[in-house]
C-alpha cells in the first residue's frame, strides 16, 4: 500500500510541528500558493511502520551476499557512518568560516594525501559527487590541457567497447565524439587497432584497469605509449580500484587523470542509489584544472591551518561541480575507513578480493559453468557466460539471476559488459567470508539442476520475493511515475 | 586484519584450489615493476575506538555555534525518526534497484518520492534525484535545451540573483557544449525587468528563475514566466522546496507554469553537514520526460498482475544508451532522497507549511529587530521568504569573526562571493530559532557593533 | 544458523580490538582462566548480517499492528529515544559527582514531579526497574508501614482472581500469605467475599483498576473503604494507568501506592522482553518509606541545585533495589515523552485508547464474535472469548491467535486473565489508526470463516512465519538451553 | 495530538458505531467526582524539536569529563555497529516473545547470549537476564537458599569485599522472607581468611563471592570455594564478566567449581547511562535450573520437525506458578541483552581478552605513576584487574572537585561510601585511556595536590 493510501484528512505527525509563531506574514498575496500540495496525512507511526516495512522488502549487504560486478559491494563499516554522524560534523554549515572549520578541513586535508599516496598521483579533489562527475571532472580537465595548449583539434576521446556507460555519456558531456576500440577475445584491449586510431584528433582514451571483463590489461604501459606518443591523455575509470588497491597505482601505469569510487572502493554505503564520491587525482600536467574548492594546508604561527583554495588560488580551475563540496559526509566516511585500514589494510583490499574472485571462478569452473575468460586470472571480479546454459536447457543468464534471489543471494551483474553474451559479472568483495563464496556457488550448481530438470521453475523465478517479475515493457508503454489521487488501489 | 575474514587456513584451502602458491601469485599479470611498494604516506591502521577518539575530537572543533547563515542550506529540525529509518541496513547497504524483484522497498519509495515533488512543484514527472540543486540546475538548462522545439538557440538567461555557486557549477558543466550562459541584471537585488525586455525578440533556449533568489527576496515570478513563454523560451524554475509550502508552485506560475522545476533537496530533513550528501530533485511538464536524465521509478504489474516497481524509461540512461544518454549521471543520491521521503511523510503539507511559516516569521521578527540598531540598515519594504540582507556599518567578516567568538555564527559575509559587498551580511532564520535566540543575536549583535566603537 | 556455526578458527572483527599496550601483567598465575571461552569467531559484517537478518524475523511496534493485551503496545517515539541517547546522557556515569550531573538530576527531578501529579500521589520514587520490582517496593513499604507501627500480625495480601501473576509472586516475595478474592460474572470484584475476608491479618490488597478483565472497577471508593477500615493498605498496579491517564488518578480512587509500567503507559520501548521502569508513588502516609535513591531539589543563591537523597535523608526507607539509579535511560525516555505529550496530551492517552478499545469491541461484536463483558464499557482492553468457536469448530483462541500471524497481525494475549475461558485479551493503544482496527476485525471475521470451512487451516497456524506451531513439551523434556558445540547443526 | 492518528472524522464514526455521543461517555462507569480536573503541574507539551532542544541542553551540562569511575560500571569502547543494530525496530520495539513463532530473532538471540554466559562462567544454564548486577545477585540469594539440599539455612555468608551498593540491594529484596545476610571481615581489602575460619561448622546456605572486589583486588576464591563447599554451603560468584577474558571461570573455582555466577553485564557494550538499562546475569550448575528465577530460552522442532526457539521450563514463571513461582521478575533487560550478544560477537574471546588485558595494563601503569608522586599512597604489590585504590594526602572528595574543573573524574571518593576512608580513591582505567590520558591524568593530579599546599 501506498503512504499515500494510508492517510485521513487532518491526521499528522503533530510533535514534528514546532511551535506557532505569531507575527504578520510579508508575503505577497500574488506570489502565495494556491492548491496545497497532496502530501501524505498520517501518523507518526503509520510513517514509521510503513518506511520499516519498505526497507524489509529490500536486499542489501547488511542482509545479503550481494557480488554484484563493477559495484564492490563490500561491508560497510557502521564506525565510518558513526564518525561522519558525530554531531560536530552534522552541524556544520558548508559556507561557516574556515575559523570554525578547522576540524572539518583536516580531515578532508588527509583524505587528499591518503587519496594521493594510494594512487601515485600528484593532486586530488574531492568535488565530485559520483564516479559519473569525477570522470566528467576529469575529461574537462584533459580538454582545459589541451585547450591551454590551443590544441583544439583533439575532438575524440577514446573508449574500449567494454566500457561502462557513463564513459561514452561523458566524453560526449565534454562536447567530444566518442570512437570504441575494440577489445580482443582475451580481453585485453586490441592494440593494434588502437595504434590505427589515434591520432591529432585524439584527447585521451578512457579506461578501466582491471577492465570491466574481470581482467588486467596488460599491454597498459603500450597503450599509455601509444596514447601519449599522439598526444592524448590517459583516464583512468577508478570503478576497479578495489582490485589493486596497494598492489598497483595507476599513476604508476602512466594514467594521468583519473576518479575513484568512494562508495565501492572505500566502503561508504551506496544508499541504494546513492549518495556516492568520486574524486579526482591528477597527474603533475592536469594538476591546474583541478576542480575546486580544494583544502590546503599552511603553517602560521608553527600550527597548521587550513583553508579552502577556490577559483582566486587555481585560476584555471574547471571550475566547481557543486553549490559547495561535494558529498562531505560521504568523504568523511572514506576517511574514517582509511584511518580504520591504514598501511597494511590497504594492500589487503587488493590481495582478497582478488584472492575470493579467482576461488569462486576456480569452484564454479568446478561445478561446470563457463568463465569468459578461462585463460586469464580473475581480478576482483570475473565473468560467467551462460550460453552453454541458454542453448542445452534454454535457461538464460537473467532467470539465473532471478533464481539466485530465490536462494538468498542477490544477483551479479547481468549483461554488462555487452561483448560478453549472456554474461555474469561476479565480484564477490574482500570481505566475505569463504563460507558465502561456497554457498554462492552451491546455489548456482542447484540452479542448474533445476535448469536441467525443470526450466519453468528457473524461468519463472524469483518465486520468494515481494513480487514475481515484472513487466517492464508496460511500465515503459503506460508510464505510472506519480500517483494519481483518483482513488486506485495499489495492493503493493 | 579489518573487515578481512580470512583465516590462515582458509587462505590455504583457497589458493590450493586455485592451484597457486601465494595470493601474490595472483597478481602476475601485472608487470613486476609497475607494482607498489610500501605506502608511506599512511598511516598504521586504527582501531574503532581510536579512530572514533580522533574523529570526535576534530568534530567537536567546529561544533557549538548558533548559526544563522543560509544561502543555500538550512538548518531545519531534522525529526529523530527519519535517519533512524533511512540508515537501516536495507536502505543504506542496497546498490541501485536494478534487480526490481529485491529492491522493492527503495522502488516504491522513490515511485513515492516522484509524487511528492510532482505535488509540491506543480508539475508531471519527477526524476529520482540529481547530485544537488547546482548540479540538478545545469542539468535542467541541457535539459531545456533539448526539449525546446520552438528553439534551436544554445543560450539560456540566467537571473542575476540566482546564487553565485550555482551559476559557476551550471557554467562549469554547460560549458563544453558551446552554451551560453547570459546573466540578467540585477535592481535592488531582484531582476531588473527594464533590462530583461531589452532581451525580448532574441532567441533563447530557456530563462532560470529563482526563487527566492539569492538574497532571500522573491522574484515576480509570474511576470516571468508568461514574459518567456511569450518569447518561446521555456522556464525554468530554482526553488527552494520548502518555500514551497507557502510560495506559488512552479506549475502554477503565470499563465502557463514553469516547464521544469529543480533545487536543493536538503531543507527535507538533511543535516547541514557541510553541503552534503543533499540531493537535487527535477520535475517537469510530460512533454519533457523523455529529456529527463536519471532513474524514473515507474510502476506496473508482475506475471501475476500484481502491482510493482521498476526502473522504466531507461532508454534515457547511460546505461543503456551511452552516447546518446541523457546525461552520463548513474550513482544518484538515493539515501537522502530516502530521508527526504520519510521527512515529507511526517510533516505533511500541514507541518510543512508550518515549518515554513515559523521560518518566514522568525526571519521577518529578527530583520524588524535589526533594522532599530543603529547603524544598521535593512530593507523593510520588501518580501523576503526566511532570508535576508542587512548592511552593516562595517565589514561582515569582521562582525562574523566577533560574534563567532561569542558563539553565534549571524550570516554569510557577502563579499566573499559579490565584490563590493563586504558590508553586507545574508542573515537566515528557520524555525529552529526561539524568541531567546533571536533577542541574543540582537543583543551581540550590538554589542559588537558599539565595541568598535 | 547460529552465530556459533559460522564460525572460523581464528576469525573476528579486528578493528574491534583496542591498540596493544605492553606492560607486564600483575595477576598471579593461579586465577588466571585455564580454557578460553567458545565465543564466535566472525567477521563484523558477519555479525551485522547475522543479526539483521534475525532482527528480521521478530514482529514489532513498528513493523506491525500488536494489540497485546496487558502490554501496551504504543508507539514508541523516536525522539525520545534520540534525546535519552544524547552522548552527555550515555556518557554519565552513575557514580559521577553531583555537580558534574545536574542535567541529569533535574530530568529526574521533573519526572517525579510529573509522576506525581498524574498519579494524584504525595511522593515518586524511580527506582524500580519494571513493574514487578515497583510492586516489590510498593509491597515491602506495605509491611515497613505496619511494621512501623508495630502491627506484626498483618500477614496476608489479597489479590483478585484476575490478577496478574507477578502480584501473587511479588506478595510472596514480600513475606506475605496470598489470598485470592473471587471476582464477578460483570468483572468486578465480588465486594461481599472481600468484606469476609479482610481482618486484622490484612496487609492490604493489590489492584488493576481497570483490570485486567478490560473493565473499571466500579466499587472502588467501597473497596477502599472497606480495606481501609480493616487497617489493610490499597496498593495499585499501574499496568492499565493507560486507560485513565489523564481520566482518573488512582491517588483520587484511594490508593496508598501504586507502581508505573513507563514501559507501557510512558511509551518507553520494551526490547524484546525489557528493560523497562517501574516507579512507585506512594500517599503521604508511605512517603518516608520509598526505595532510595530519590531526587531532591534546593535553591542556593536563587539557583535550583538537585542531589541525590539517600539512606541519610530517608532511613526508613525500604532500601535500595539496584546498584545504581534503576533503568535511568528508560526514564529519559519516558521524561522525553512526557514532554511531549505535555499536559493536554496525558488526557487524551486514556480517551483515545478506550475510544480504540470500544469501537474494536463493537465492531468485533458486529462480527459476531463474543465479548466476556458485553454489558460493560471496554476500557483501553477488552476480552474476546472464543468458548462459542471452540465449541462450534473446534478451533480454540490459541489457534485465532497463531493465525492472525499469518494475516500480519501480532496476536492480542492469549489464556489471561485465567478466569475467562478461551480468551483473547485485546488492547489496541491510542496510537493506532482507524484503519489498522478494521483491518484487524476483518481479518479476524476472515480467520472465523475459516475456521468454519477448514479448521485445519487454523490448526495448523502459522504457515506464513519462519517456523510452524513449536514443540514446547520438547523444549522442557529435552532442555536444549546452551548449544553443544558438539557438531550438531541447526537449521533455524 | 501528537502520536494520536484520530481525525474528527474518524472519532465520529467510531461514536456513532460503538453508540455514544462523545469521548468522555465512554467513561461513565467511572464515579464522576473522581474524574480528574486539569494536570496543573503539568507544562504544556513541546515539539520534537523544543524537547530535544531542551534535552541537549540538558545532556550537555554534564558533559566533556574523562571518566576514571568504576564501581561497578565501566567505560569500555561500545562498537558502532552493536546499537545500530540492537534499536532496529524489530528488536527495540518487541514485547516479550510470547508468540514464538513472530519472535524467532528475539528467542535465538537469547540462545546465543545463554550459551555465551555459559561459556564464560564455565557453567551449564543461563537465563536471559535479570535487572541489574545487584537485583541479579539478590536472586541468586535466593536461589541458593530454595536450592541447597544439604542446607535448611536461611543465612548466608557475603564477603566484606562486595560492592556496598550490591550489600544494600540485596538485603532490602530478601529481607521479608527472613533471610540474614552475614558480613566477613576484611583484611587489607581482600576477606580475611582467618576471621573466615570461625565461620566453619555452622549452617550457611551459601556464601558470595566477589571476583574482583569491590577495591579491584582479587580474592582467593579457589580457596574460598573449596572451604564454603567442605562446609554444605553453595558458592556464588559475584564477577566482572569481562575480567573473566583472564581470570578463572566460576565453574573452575576450586575443585568443584561455583555454583552460581552472576554478576553486572554493562561492561559488553552498554554505556555507562548513569547506571542503566545494564543487565544481571546469572548461569547455575545444570542441577539447580529448576531455581532459576526468569526467562529461559530453549531450542525444540517445530511440528514439521525444523528447528525453533521458545521459552521454556515456564512453570517456574510469575505468568504460570503465580505464588509459588521462583521470582516475580517478568519484563526483564532484553535490549541490553541483544546489544551484549552482539558485543561478544563482535569481540570474541580473543578481542575480550584483549580488552581485558589493555585494562589491567592500563591500570598497572598509572597506579605504578601515581606511587610516584609525593604524598600518594598506592599498595602495587597486591595484584588488580583494572581499578586500585589511591590514598591521597587530603580528602578525595576535595580532590575529585578540582580534578572535575580540570574535566577529570578522577575516581570515587570511597568515603561516600565507606566511612573513615575520606582520603581514598578508587580509581579504574581501561581500554579506551591512552597513554597520553595516563600522562594527563598524573599532570593533573600533581598539580591539584600541589595546589593546596
Ligand atoms: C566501471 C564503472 N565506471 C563508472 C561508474 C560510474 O560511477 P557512479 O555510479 O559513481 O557515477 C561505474 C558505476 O557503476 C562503473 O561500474
Ligand atoms: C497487569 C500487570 N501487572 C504487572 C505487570 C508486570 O510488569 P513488568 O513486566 O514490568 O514487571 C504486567 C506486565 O506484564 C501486567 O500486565
Redesign the interface.
Known sequence: MLIFEQGSQGRGASAQRPEARHGESGLPANLLRKTPAKLPEVSELQVVRHFTNLSRKNFSIDTHFYPLGSCTMKYNPRGAHRAASLPGFLKRHPLAPEAQSQGFLACLYDLQEILKEVTGMAGVSLCPMAGAQGEFAGVAMIRAYHDARQDYARNEILVPEAAHGTNPATAVMCGYKVREIPVRGDGDVDLEALKLAVGPQTAGIMMTNPSTCGVFERQIEQIAKTVHEAGGLLYYDGANLNAILGKVRPGDMGFDVLHMNLHKTFATPHGGGGPGSGPVAVGPRLQAYLPTPIVGREERDGKAVYRWLGMDDLPQSMGRLSAFMGNAGILLRAYAYALLLGKEGMHRVGEFSTLNANYMAALLKQAGFTLAYPQRRATHEFILTMSPELKKFGVNAMDFAKRLLDYGYHAPTTYFPLLVPECLLIEPTETESIDELEGFVKAMAQIRAEAENSPELVKGAPLTQPVRRLDDVRAARELDVNYSFSGRVAEA | ???????????A???Q????GS??E??????VH???R????????????????????????????A?Y?G???Y?H?V???V???A????????????????????L?????F???M???T?L???N??M?????ALSEAVLMAIRGNRKSKSKKVLVAGSL?P??L??V???V????ITLEVLPLQGDVLDMAALEQQAGQDYAALVVPQPNFFGR?E???TLTDWAHAQGMLVIACVNPMA??????PG?WGQNGADIATG?GQPFGL???????Y?GFLTCKEAL?RQMPG??????????G?????L????R?????????T????????????AA??Y????????????A??S???A??LRQRLSQLEGLRVDLDQ???HEFVVRLPKSAQAV??AM?AQGI?PG?ALGEFLPGRDNELLVCVT??K?EQDLERYVAVMQSVLTEGQ
Not at chain 2, 175 to 178: A, G, I, L, P, T
Open positions: 586484519m579489518p573487515f578481512i575474514p580470512h583465516t590462515e587456513h582458509d587462505i584451502r583457497m589458493l584450489t586455485i592451484g597457486v595470493v601474490n595472483l597478481f602476475d599479470e601485472i608487470p609497475l607494482r607498489s610500501d605506502l608511506d604516506g599512511i598511516q598504521p591502521g586504527l582501531s574503532e575506538m581510536a579512530m572514533l577518539r580522533l574523529m570526535s575530537e576534530r568534530a567537536a572543533q567546529d561544533d557549538g555555534y548559526c547563515i544561502a543555500g542550506a538548518e529540525h525529526p529523530a525518526a535517519w533512524d529509518i540508515t537501516r541496513g536495507e536502505f543504506m547497504t542496497a546498490y541501485t534497484p536494478y534487480q526490481a524483484e529485491a529492491s522493492q522497498g527503495t516504491q519509495l522513490v515511485y513515492e516522484q509524487t511528492m510532482c505535488q509540491l506543480g508531471d514527472v519527477s529520482a534525484s547530485y544537488d540543486g547546482a548540479s546564487h555557486n550555482y559557476q557549477a557554467q562549469s558543466i560549458v563544453h557544449q558551446q522573491l515576480d515570478v509570474h514551497l509550502a507557502l510560495l506559488s508552485a502554477e536543493e543535516p547541514l553537514a557541510s553541503g552534503g550528501p540531493f520526460v532513474r524514473i521509478i515507474g510502476r506496473t504489474v508482475d506475471l501475476e500484481k502491482p510493482g516497481f521498476t522504466t524509461l531507461q532508454a540512461e547511460q546505461h543503456i544508451r551511452r552516447s546518446k544518454a546525461s552520463n549521471i548513474c550513482t544518484n543520491q538515493g539515501l537522502a532522497v530516502t521521503t520519510i515529507l511523510s511526517l510533516l505533511g503539507f500541514s507541518g510543512l507549511h508550518q515549518v511559516q515559523s518566514h516569521l522568525g521577518q521578527a518580501p523576503v521568504f562574523v569573526a563567532a555564527l554569510l524555525e529552529t526561539t
